[in-house]
């Protein structure tokens, strides 16, 4: 659906910019792109193989990216471009025909800058900015409108703050990084000691330290360490809504999905994957390549790499009552189910004694 | 508790308002609204005839609204005004007595609106707000202070972004829409590609399309579509902290809870309620009318409308622990039963066969 | 790691301030505070007697707050601090080393404060503010950088907004709160009712109270009562991305957790603790003394103090995949196991008799 900024292209030209083979007419214009269930004769789509939720043979797409094993999935009136892996192909060509705005490179005049923060000649500052003393700003980044950065903050070449981000004193931040609205970097920790009944803060000197290539989601939250840093280290992506608390340590190329909440100083390998939802509790450490499926309580560390899971499976609400109420009675049935195992075996003695 | 902002009302004349018929006396003066909890003497409050948690026989509300059948539950000293839906005639009293502040219909000096921005002549917009190229803003829009409007978008009649909104780029907003403060909408969705162990992003080109009268929260966060389109239709209600992924589908007038979660090209019906904290796994369907209480994990699609739920019970930490520990040996149990029942089974025939 | 913003302190300086007594060199030179697993030679550092995750043999750091119980735990070559409370020494020590950094008590020119508004003197408003009519803003308040509080809002002394906070009407925040970014309170509940399939408001005319101490985390919602207020009571302390609904009630002294929901009117006593994750259903109430473990779901009121949870282990996804399928039968399988006890006790009887 979304139509392409520039002119029409024809397939030829997708083919070439991609290096696939055509299969028809490779003189069709193509106005747009979509998904396989929505795309219409005028738009490109792909087919990764994956057929969940999906029909291919009834798309209506006028080019679609497929593998060449697949090509008959695909209605003959389709043109085809054949390639290895057609969902990287797709992003190639998305690329290619929307590119990012290009930044304006101006300083929005009202924009709070301090004296003392040292911006690259080509940052891009929004309207409604805070800027705060000390600050280094590199290369080519852009900071949207109504983000407030604290103070001595860096940010590395070409990361992108898109609006509304707050980021506080101290904070490092990578190059490349893309960081969505609302998100808070460098809160104070929830760093409490507990006197006669009553909460004492701790004061929470640590920093947040983020390093290239990291997406951060929108009103997701990291603050920053008590003593030590909260790190987040190369290529990890986190999504909307997620809690990273003090002294959390999240390795190389993990991924987060929303709403997901990681206690103090829990360690996330690399390689990692968190469902939507997850909850890591505080000072436990994942190794590489483990992956938690979606809502799981994670209360120790997990010493080897794989998928895990938690959780009870979605039922009625008139079966859940039941199933539920008879959970907190598991400990007596285990027990019950040995009891009747030692009468069975008793019995069957006494009848073999008896024979 | 909360004063009429204007004078006190006659219980003849609120009475007269939502047409409902008097039992006591009509004279009576009413300064505030409140509960029934909480109510005094010059207090009007409500009875739904809903008893959870509510002593109606203990209130001290000077009048009260309720159904006929329901005066004997309320002290005798109370003047009743007799209805047929007490909460809905409370809810007319309260917007007639209550009215919503009247928008200034000014500029804030201070907002920053892009020349090629299109704003009907009663707009109201505060202070520190940004609003971008191409925006189409209709008749009676309130943009309180601290939006953050991309470009392109447009905003139906009479909707209003209470304060520090940011709506992204293309996204279309309809009629009648309230969005509270922090909310995000139009956020990069969380679209990702793994090659060889790094993830690559793919472009987001979709919108958020929201229908009329839609209610978004507090700090909640809603993607953009990865190619077609985020969307919620009209009449659905949303609360605060909740996580709507890229290409979600939300059916006209569904409610969902705070912090809820529902993952990419989740689709939900028409008149479906999803309980606080609810999850939603990725590319699933809930049929109209599917109810899902509180902090379920929904991980394939419902069919059937009903009440669907999920989770164990509260219990003892002591007792949990024991119980959750079984919970890893379910499978186990399950089959020492089996193993029991055949044993069972064979030596009832012996014994048959001995008698 | 974080190094003292004056000048390094003796050890003999250190031991005076909180009341220590030195064991090794008084004159050694402190010169930042770490914690143990990452403290050095010129480290001050602490070590409470928890050893979950710290090896105190092992540590590097130069300086050592402990008990005198716990000095053989230590290198021979730290020098110890002797105390009765190492970790409440060890943030006396913090708060003299790093105390905050002094405020302006400025208004920031570009702020924009309504002319009713009353604010002390000494006031600190950082840029982009907005305050409206009628806010009442005591002596030592700082209000930092993009927040926005409505009209009639009263804030209590020394408490501090660290930035981009949104507070609507009639709000009362008390003295000596910390409220961290993206905050939003007052937002408008989630208060609706049914009328024929369609949602309808319910005008939100409750406030939200806060008492004195109350520290509120980053993106965290508290919703305005619906009729009566919203109240967070004294030295209460909640975490970030936290939903508190309408109506809720936080007892003094109680804290909370990152991601928990507490539905509309639900109450929780003094004292308590709710973990990361946890969800209360709505009109229910904790006693003082409830302590939640992570995740749980509450769904009922609780009478009596204590340690409560609920939730599945984490399993392996194979695993965890067959004893999920099993949950769905347990009602059957309780059943099941009866049958053989009534099966079981009848063949004894069997026996016996036949004996």
């Known amino acids: 659906?979304?139509?392409?900024?520039?002119?029409?292209?024809?397939?030829?030209?997708?083919?070439?910019?991609?290096?696939?083979?055509?299969?028809?007419?490779?003189?069709?214009?193509?106005?747009?792109?979509?998904?396989?269930?929505?795309?219409?004769?005028?738009?490109?789509?792909?087919?990764?193989?994956?057929?969940?939720?999906?029909?291919?043979?009834?798309?209506?797409?006028?080019?679609?990216?497929?593998?060449?094993?697949?090509?008959?999935?695909?209605?003959s009136g389709a043109v085809l471009i054949l390639v290895p892996n057609p969902q990287s192909a797709f992003v190639d060509v998305l690329e290619w025909l929307f590119p990012r705005s290009e930044p304006t490179k101006c300083i929005d005049p009202c924009a709070h800058i301090h004296p003392t923060a040292d911006l690259a000649d080509d940052v891009t500052v929004g309207a409604h900015v805070v800027i705060g003393a000390g600050c280094r700003i590199a290369s080519g980044v852009r900071i949207g409108p109504g983000c407030i950065l604290g103070e001595n903050i860096s940010i590395g070449s070409d990361t992108e703050l898109i609006a509304r981000v707050t980021v506080m004193n101290h904070c490092e931040i990578g190059a490349r990084c893309v960081i969505q609205p609302g998100a808070v970097i460098g809160s104070d920790g929830f760093g409490l000691i507990n006197e006669q009944g009553r909460w004492r803060r701790v004061p929470q000197?640590?920093?947040?330290?983020?390093?290239?290539?990291?997406?951060?989601?929108?009103?997701?939250?990291?603050?920053?360490?008590?003593?030590?840093?909260?790190?987040?280290?190369?290529?990890?992506?986190?999504?909307?809504?997620?809690?990273?608390?003090?002294?959390?340590?999240?390795?190389?190329?993990?991924?987060?999905?929303?709403?997901?909440?990681?206690?103090?100083?829990?360690?996330?390998?690399?390689?990692?994957?968190?469902?939507?939802?997850?909850?890591?509790?505080?000072?436990?450490?994942?190794?590489?390549?483990?992956?938690?499926?979606?809502?799981?309580?994670?209360?120790?560390?997990?010493?080897?790499?794989?998928?895990?899971?938690?959780?009870t499976p979605l039922d009625t609400n008139d079966n859940w009552h039941k199933n539920a109420a008879r959970f907190k009675q598991l400990e007596r049935i285990a027990h019950r189910v040995q009891a009747l195992e030692t009468g069975l075996n008793a019995l069957r003695k006494n009848d073999e004694e008896n024979l």
């Open 1 to 75: 659906m979304p139509a392409i900024p520039t002119d029409a292209v024809r397939v030829a030209d997708v083919a070439a910019r991609i290096g696939g083979s055509v299969r028809g007419d490779a003189g069709r214009l193509v106005s747009g792109v979509a998904s396989l269930a929505s795309a219409t004769i005028s738009d490109l789509s792909y087919f990764s193989g994956n057929r969940r939720g999906i029909q291919p043979d009834k798309t209506s797409a006028g080019v679609v990216l497929c593998q060449s094993k697949h090509q008959d999935a695909l209605p």
């Open 205 to 311: 000197l640590g920093r947040v330290v983020i390093g290239d290539d990291v997406d951060i989601g929108a009103n997701t939250t990291i603050d920053r360490g008590a003593l030590d840093d909260t790190r987040i280290d190369n290529g990890a992506k986190l999504d909307n809504l997620i809690q990273v608390a003090h002294n959390v340590e999240i390795g190389a190329h993990s991924a987060i999905a929303g709403c997901a909440g990681l206690a103090g100083s829990s360690v996330v390998g690399k390689y990692c994957t968190l469902g939507g939802g997850v909850g890591l509790a505080g000072h436990l450490t994942l190794v590489d390549g483990v992956h938690i499926t979606g809502m799981s309580m994670v209360t120790r560390s997990i010493r080897q790499p794989g998928v895990y899971s938690a959780g």
